[in-house]
């Protein structure tokens, strides 16, 4: 509907945007290079960010980007996750029937990592999604996973992805050894004002638009009320352009902008 009124090519403002054509703003552009500078060095690294903010976004860039003949790609996202439900989603990427006790499934785990790295010249690379829900005893599992022949070799990369409570729980004494082993973090802070216009500018572009559809009045109030998260500035912009396509206006303006965040205010 939006994008037969407009004549677009696309909808803009989803997540189905092609990861070569997602907006780099400086942000997202150092958030890219760590991740990839912790799997080119298969360090552990840590990703933070509010919800909303482009975290699994960045992941999915950096899963497209790698070579997958050398990088085997693991994404896991379980709140619930356990030590030895983890290794056995582990074993189960690579085919191999898990052993029931979690020590033998670790050590059935630490081989085909450490045959990946030495024998194939390949580095196992894991993400673990909404690791601020992480239990402690998952956590400290983790401390262990990175020990690997007395500590003197990793042949994985890891990072762990959450919101800004990971940072709070890594910052207890309790979970100090596992900081302390992480080599390469960041936190994904949202768009700036002017960031924001260009988003909202590159995402239209994207779509098809040859001409300008947001108000630069408007774009500077959906920054006001988004902060420049990423996921809120998709809603809204989504919310305004339904707005217009019903009232067959072609541009946006503050008026459907304040309209639309009252309508969310209310709720």
């Not at 899963?63 to 997958?68: S, T």
């Not at 052993?99 to 785990?109: C, G, M, N, T």
Request: aromatic share 12%.
């Amino acid at each position: 509907m939006i994008a037969k009124f407009f004549g677009w090519d696309r909808i803009p403002f989803t997540k189905e945007i092609p990861t070569e054509l997602l907006f780099h703003s400086s942000g997202y552009k150092e958030c890219i290079a760590r991740l990839q500078y912790v799997v080119n060095n298969r360090l552990f690294g840590c990703l933070t960010g509010d919800i909303g903010s482009g975290k699994s976004t960045a992941i999915r860039w950096l899963r497209d980007n790698l070579d997958k003949n050398r990088y085997p790609f693991i994404y896991l996202s379980e709140s619930s996750l356990a030590p030895k439900s983890f290794y056995r989603e582990l074993l189960f990427y690579f085919g191999i029937t898990p052993k029931y006790l979690r020590s033998e499934a670790k050590r059935q785990f630490s081989s085909v990592v450490s045959d990946f790295y030495e024998n194939q010249g390949k580095t196992v690379t894991i993400v673990i999604d909404e690791a601020h829900e992480l239990k402690g005893d998952m956590l400290q599992e983790i401390r262990f996973l990175t020990n690997f022949n007395v500590d003197s070799v990793s042949p994985l990369a890891l990072i762990l992805v959450g919101q800004p409570e990971l940072r709070s729980t890594l910052h207890l004494n309790f979970f100090k050894p596992i900081a302390q082993r992480i080599n390469i973090r960041f936190h994904l802070s949202g768009l700036d004002n002017d960031e924001t216009v260009k988003y909202i500018e590159h995402q239209l572009k994207v779509a098809g638009s040859k001409h300008p559809v947001f108000t630069k009045e408007a774009m500077n109030s959906i920054y006001a009320y988004t902060f420049g998260i990423v996921r809120d500035i998709n809603n809204i912009c989504t919310a305004c352009l339904l707005d217009a396509v019903i009232r067959k206006e072609q541009i946006i303006d503050t008026c459907h902008v304040d309209r639309i965040i009252n309508e969310y205010k209310s709720y």
